[in-house]
């Protein structure tokens, strides 16, 4: 075994919704703790996964041509710009085995999503963490930290778990300023819900920077979590190179349907936005009116600080029934995250957090 797993702690997810109703005796819990879409899929979908039912003694077209030509229409590109996952999570670690090993390094936000550091330590790669600034990358900070041995930085945009944003000229900026045999991965995992009007076009910046890779996924906003999906953007000699170290089959059959009928489903993406950006605004509201400090997302989440240890939040929420994410694992001890849930079960938590400050003042 590789040393250095031994310094790694395997990923806990989240409480099971039926683990806290047993554990805490409650006929209802309601999970807000990993970003998922709490207005489910597409209509279209279930259909689509049907068909596939027929045809489970097959194996799964490996390049997932009827998805890939279709998200290439949507997107305006090359279909060979384009290389699907099981899961972005899949394409993580993909990225970081093609390019990074001893003696090289990767350059990553603190706190941002935590595969990036993961991946690169699995790899032996030196991981040099640079902290965000009011929540957003400090991009100055992150150029001072790449040198001639620095395989990839990763870009989490919008970050995760704040929800701030890159601006498109910080963006263009910083690309302009990084060494052309460093990648640059833009995570945009949570692309559909922006509704900056300075969120880059990275697509359109790829023509300048070859150096510049995107993934994004299906498992938010399009509410396919369960099936695991989501692909990367680049120039066709990076996706070829990468097509190389990709398992084959690597992407279910029943995962590639979905995505197609959850893909042709604008109007139920459209309207999970809308209903998302409402929710935010009524945590924003509520915030202000409570004195707490949060970011502005633009995710379908929100961060909240408190003046005290975010564990405490997050267990008196679960004694009433919200399973959200403390801050501790996140790398912000005194925040929690909570996603965007409908609008019952906004009001739900929001109520219980003003208990929770009405009975502890200090906060």
Same mark, same amino acid.
Not at 129 to 153: F, Q, Y
């Given at each position: 075994m590789k040393p250095q797993l031994y310094r790694l702690t395997p990923y806990?997810?989240?409480? $099971?919704?039926?683990?806290?109703?047993?554990?805490?005796?409650?006929?209802?819990?309601? =999970?807000?703790? !990993?970003?998922?879409?709490?207005?489910?899929? !597409?209509?279209?979908? @279930?259909?689509?996964?049907?068909?596939?039912l027929k045809t489970l003694a097959l194996y799964p077209d490996g390049r997932a041509s009827a998805l890939r030509a279709a998200l290439a229409d949507r997107l305006d590109i090359d279909p060979e710009r384009l290389i699907f996952g099981n899961g972005t999570d899949e394409l993580l670690h993909l990225f970081s085995r093609s390019v990074l090993s001893p003696g090289l390094n990767s350059v990553m936000a603190h706190p941002t999503f935590p595969n990036y550091k993961r991946n690169a330590i699995i790899d032996g790669a030196e991981v040099r963490?640079?902290?965000?600034?009011?929540?957003?990358?400090?991009?100055?900070?992150?150029?001072?930290?790449?040198?001639?041995?620095?395989?990839?930085?990763?870009?989490?945009?919008?970050?995760?778990?704040?929800?701030?944003?890159? $601006?498109?000229?910080?963006?263009?900026?910083?690309l302009e300023q990084v060494p052309e045999n460093t990648f640059v991965v833009c995570d945009e995992a949570y692309y559909e819900y922006v509704t900056a009007d300075d969120f880059p076009d990275t697509i359109a910046l790829m023509d300048r920077y070859p150096n510049l890779i995107v993934t994004r996924t299906f498992s938010k906003v399009y509410g396919l979590a369960a099936l695991r999906i989501g692909y990367a953007i680049a120039q066709p000699a990076v996706i070829r190179a990468l097509e190389a170290a990709r398992e084959p089959f690597n992407v279910s059959a029943v995962a590639q349907a979905a995505a197609l009928a959850a893909l042709e489903d604008q109007a139920f993406v459209s309207e999970s936005i809308r209903r998302n950006?409402?929710?935010? #605004?009524?945590?924003? +509201?509520?915030?202000? #009116?409570?004195?707490?400090?949060?970011?502005?997302?633009?995710?379908?989440?929100?961060?909240? +600080?408190? !003046?005290? !240890?975010?564990?405490?939040?997050?267990?008196?929420?679960? =004694?009433?029934?919200?399973?959200?994410?403390?801050?501790?694992?996140? @790398?912000?001890?005194?925040?929690?995250?909570?996603?965007?849930?409908? $609008?019952?079960?906004?009001?739900?938590?929001?109520? @219980?957090?003003? +208990?929770?400050?009405?009975?502890?003042? +200090?906060?």
């Open positions: 806990r997810p989240g409480k $099971r919704i039926e683990e806290v109703k047993a554990e805490l005796g409650l006929a209802q819990v309601v =999970k807000l703790a !990993s970003n998922e879409n709490p207005f489910g899929t !597409s209509p279209k979908v @279930g259909p689509a996964i049907q068909e596939v963490e640079i902290p965000l600034k009011n929540g957003r990358h400090d991009l100055d900070s992150m150029l001072e930290a790449i040198d001639e041995n620095t395989g990839i930085v990763w870009l989490c945009n919008p970050n995760n778990p704040t929800g701030e944003y890159i $601006r498109e000229k910080e963006l263009i900026d910083f950006r409402e929710g935010l #605004e009524t945590y924003y +509201q509520f915030c202000d #009116e409570a004195g707490l400090s949060y970011y502005r997302s633009q995710g379908n989440f929100i961060l909240i +600080q408190f !003046s005290c !240890s975010g564990d405490a939040v997050f267990g008196y929420l679960l =004694k009433r029934g919200y399973i959200v994410r403390a801050g501790t694992a996140l @790398g912000v001890p005194n925040a929690v995250r909570v996603t965007i849930g409908t $609008r019952e079960q906004n009001l739900g938590v929001i109520e @219980g957090l003003k +208990q929770f400050l009405k009975e502890h003042t +200090q906060v």
